[in-house]
């Protein structure tokens, strides 16, 4: 493609040899760069691509897009631009084609409840035959392809890529997680979403945001950019989101007048049943899944589906046809009568409702396993503490994915919360042996609670990352509870 195409509608502050030039490829890492490619200098948290160029050049780049000074010299072209990283979504998506407006966009986002949310939508829009294309924490989907994520909203050139080769696929809907760094560090940056859905604003990454009021104005730019929204009313932070959304929108709630609706919810152990309420009809559905805040998932994809001009009949079957999902409140009976539940909660809202979801089954005893990333947000360990303390009759303090932190520290902030509780604990940093201990130590109408890592196969740790599934772990412990 031809380098004025590329930088089409690009602002640049200065610009250096020939705009004619035909450019391969685009590339953020100088190690991808291959023969007549653009490399754009992206200045990261842990490197900053500026200080490639050299190797870039020495690849074959042919363009080089900095938002610094560089020396010139055996460069074909140099061009200068206020900003590499919305830059680089710009020229991703001008060189895919700008993939995202040849689709149905729906991009998820909150703290709790992206993932659910995306397959929720995902089995809707499967009822109705439509192609999904799914973009998340799990992995990433195009129709019955299961594709490796490594963040939940990958880079905006993988971006643009990805949304490209879904539409080769002849994908004509994409159910997307936006992560609030994706929409601060530009990663969606041109992507035209059809709907944007609002779950929740709880405390998380306040290692990144600072303070809450950050967090929640980052998450808001998806509905500036949407052009339609589905907010939770009922969330603290919902009428904020409301007051920013462009075009017209969907409230959803339980507690409060929205105009979607779930009335007279009932929970049990089987599942939840309600009344949903939309346009002054009733419709009654049945979940196989556990908890107030599946309702709330629920509700706020079939607003996205309504707004996508899904049949009712479609909405109803393909949300009741939800058996679960991966490392979501998802249930293990073990043979000896008691539960063990793998979650993905790994924030304090997230912890709480968890733990007060299990509790609404009566069981006598909760046994949770639980510890706090590293290199994340540190203030949230103390009130994980506290939740876990106040919400279980039993805790082990274990490691998550403790990547460049010390342990045996992360798992002394958890304690100062739980000491502020009656709840006895102890530590056990191997995560194996901790559930190991649980599943040994559970008897008959006990839920044992392991949260953190949820769908995960691994274990990140300062000098190497190991293979771990929680799961997995559960019934090799079952195997030896047996014996």
Not at 442 to 463: L, N, P, R
Request: with cysteine; charged share 30%.
């Amino acid at each position: 493609m031809n380098l004025s195409e590329v930088m089409k509608d690009i602002e640049f502050e200065t610009f250096y040899g020939d705009e004619e030039i035909d450019v391969k490829g685009i590339a953020y890492d100088s190690r991808q760069v291959k023969e007549g490619y653009a490399f754009v200098c992206i200045s990261g948290f842990n490197t900053d691509g500026h200080k490639y160029v050299k190797s870039a050049l020495e690849l074959g780049a042919k363009v080089i897009v900095v938002e610094k000074n560089i020396d010139k010299a055996n460069s074909t072209c140099v061009i200068k631009v206020k900003n590499t990283r919305a830059t680089l979504a710009k020229m991703g998506s001008n060189f895919y084609g700008n993939p995202s407006k040849k689709m149905n966009m729906v991009g998820v986002t909150g703290t709790n409840g992206k993932t659910s949310t995306t397959y929720i939508i995902k089995s809707i829009l499967d009822t109705a035959m439509h192609k999904v294309g799914i973009i998340g924490t799990i992995e990433n989907r195009i129709g019955d392809k299961v594709l490796h994520t490594e963040r939940t909203t990958p880079e905006s050139l993988d971006l643009q890529k990805l949304l490209n080769d879904m539409v080769v696929e002849n994908v004509d809907s994409v159910v997307m997680e936006v992560s609030s760094h994706a929409l601060d560090l530009n990663r969606v940056d041109c992507c035209e979403f059809d709907v944007g859905v609002f779950t929740n604003l709880t405390q998380d990454h306040l290692d990144y945001h600072v303070n809450m009021e950050n967090y929640k104005m980052v998450k808001a730019k998806l509905f500036k950019i949407s052009n339609r929204s589905v907010i939770n009313i009922d969330d603290e932070v919902g009428n904020y989101m409301l007051g920013v959304a462009k075009g017209k929108v969907l409230t959803v709630g339980i507690d409060k007048e929205a105009n979607i609706m779930a009335k007279d919810v009932k929970m049990s152990y089987e599942g939840i049943e309600f009344d949903l309420v939309y346009l002054k009809k009733s419709y009654h559905i049945r979940l196989n899944m556990l908890g107030k805040f599946s309702v709330y998932n629920v509700l706020v994809a079939i607003g996205a589906c309504i707004f996508m001009e899904i049949p009712m009949d479609s909405i109803i079957h393909g949300v009741e046809e939800i058996k679960g999902i991966r490392g979501r409140f998802e249930t293990i009976k073990s043979p000896n009568g008691f539960s063990v539940v793998v979650d993905y909660a790994h924030t304090p809202d997230g912890l709480e409702n968890v733990l007060k979801t299990a509790k609404e089954f009566g069981t006598d005893n909760i046994i949770t396993i639980f510890g706090c990333g590293g290199d994340r947000d540190k203030t949230k360990r103390p009130i994980m503490g506290e939740i876990a303390g106040r919400l279980s009759n039993h805790c082990i303090i274990t490691n998550d994915n403790p990547r460049s932190e010390n342990p045996e520290i992360i798992s002394k902030e958890i304690e100062v919360g739980i000491k502020k509780t009656d709840c006895p604990f102890e530590k056990i940093l191997d995560r194996r042996e901790a559930i190991f201990k649980a599943v040994l130590m559970a008897k008959k109408g006990d839920v044992v609670i392991i949260a953190g890592k949820g769908h995960e196969t691994y274990q990140i740790f300062s000098d190497k990352t190991i293979h771990f599934d929680d799961k997995e772990v559960v019934f090799q412990a079952f195997e030896e509870d047996k014996q």
